[in-house]
């Protein structure tokens, strides 16, 4: 890995631990080229990749600090391979919880037939829940699951995390998730539920989600107001190029 993404690392990891708290000036280039026995440009591309992931900023004359918000800030940072919800994502250092404003069980449609690769004669849950984090509205969830393959679910699953039921209860494991991440405008129940004014921009990350043995089973959408969510994705550079 190149140098400056392994400091880089390492200084995320430091300020998610809170080695450097939030609020507070990182240590001179200087010492930290001193530290990582490498160059201040090495440092300043390491300190660019934070900047641009959004855990610092710059005061011009007094130095780099760490966002005073920072512990939400890498909260909301989701991975691009994540396969836990938010509970399990923000359940350490936040309260989670769930508001269900649909549920019911019907036959599935054309898309998610073609998504889940069932039948129309193969029972799903339709299930849209409000997740709210510290009493903040934080997404909105449109989930349609085989209940062949996921039984069980009802309210109280669906007040507290269905992923968790589906590896603790069920002893099922996930594996794989295809995304498809887009921009959207805000619909009535986004404006509603997610306070987007109507000309705010909706994050909307469309997903069919797969256990271990490949069998699927989840096609949702979930919706998040544009400073409620953000995906990072790492990519590893091919050794030809």
Known sequence: MTKYIDIATTLKQRINSGQYKAGTSLPQQKALAKEFNTSRMTIQKALDVLDNEGLIYRVQGSGIYVKKNINFLTDMKIPGNQYFGATHLFGKSHHVKSKIITFNISNPTKEAQNALKITYDQAVYNIVRLRLVDDISYALEYTTMPTQVIPGVNQSVLLDSIYNYIQTDLNLTIGSAYRTISADKPDQLDQQYLNCLPVDPVLQVQQIV????????EFSRTRQR????????FETGHPNL
């Open 210 to 217: 797969y256990l271990d043995d490949g069998v699927a089973f």
């Open 226 to 233: 544009f400073d409620k969510g953000k995906y990072t994705i």
